[in-house]
């Protein structure tokens, strides 16, 4: 059983920056895959980058070279630095995990995964 916290969200206007965290609790950290979705009103939920246990990272097209995705196996902690945000980042922001690997080179669609955090929100205002 895992326990996904996350916090870090906010309201920051076009062009700044975001980092939020997700904490991880339960079984071996290391073993997981692990992200972030994120979800806008009126969208379904779309991936944004992935972490596989071997610490390779995926990343959804419209966020590569301005989202990083990083892990602190000792603080059992993944992050995700968001830079250049642009008012279409707006959405609420799921820290995922799940035992299944997820180095396939693309970010799997939200039923790979089978732990959610409860989201928190980041508002990009023009």
């Known amino acids: 059983q895992v326990q996904l916290v996350e916090s870090g969200g906010g309201s920051v206007k076009a062009g700044g920056s975001l980092r939020l965290s997700c904490a991880a609790y339960g079984d071996p950290y290391s073993s997981y895959c692990m992200g972030w979705f994120r979800q806008a009103p009126g969208n379904e939920r779309e991936g944004v980058a992935v972490?596989?246990?071997?610490?390779?990272?995926t990343y959804e097209d419209s966020v590569k070279g301005r989202f990083t995705a990083s892990q602190d196996n000792a603080k059992h902690t993944l992050y995700l630095q968001m830079n250049s945000l642009k008012p279409e980042d707006t959405a609420m922001y799921y820290c995922?995990?799940?035992?299944?690997?997820?180095?396939?080179?693309?970010?799997?669609?939200?039923?790979?995964?089978?732990?959610w955090g409860q989201g928190t929100q980041v508002t990009v205002s023009s």
């Open positions: 972490i596989d246990g071997d610490g390779s990272t």
């Open positions: 995922v995990a799940d035992y299944k690997s997820c180095s396939g080179g693309y970010v799997p669609g939200a039923d790979h995964f089978g732990y």
